[in-house]
Nanobody, 126 residues
């Protein structure tokens, strides 16, 4: 069992930056695929980024490439999402997620993850 505790988020002007954090319980954090998703009002939860999700790689949604960076600190059992050059369309509740690595998954679907953080609101004003 993994518990994920999120922090960060808030209100920021367009062009601004934030860092989202997700701290995990458990001693096997380094073996988990970690992902970030977001959900805007009235929309489905969408993939943002994942790390260690295949051959040790990171993947990003096209909409955030070059602006967002996912990273992890296994010594701290924490995954981060640095969000830069924020746009109003980035406004959403952001969720971190975790699961063990399994073949034939690309970890870009919410269904690929078993454990979820509580979510944190990011609001970007124009």
């Amino acid at each position: 069992q993994v518990q994920l505790e999120q922090s960060g988020g808030g209100l920021v002007q367009a062009g601004g930056s934030l860092r989202l954090s997700c701290a995990a319980s458990g001693r096997t954090f380094s073996s988990y695929v970690m992902g970030w998703f977001r959900q805007a009002p009235g929309k489905e939860r969408e993939f943002v980024a994942c790390i260690s999700c295949g051959l040790g790689r990171t993947y990003y949604a096209d909409s955030v490439k070059g602006r967002f960076t996912i990273s992890r600190d296994n010594a701290k059992n924490t995954v981060y999402l640095q969000v830069n050059s924020l746009k109003p369309e980035d406004t959403a509740v952001y969720y971190c997620a975790a699961d063990v690595f399994k073949l034939y998954r690309n970890y870009k679907s919410p269904n690929d993850y078993e454990f979820w953080g509580q979510g944190t609101q990011v609001t970007v004003s124009s």
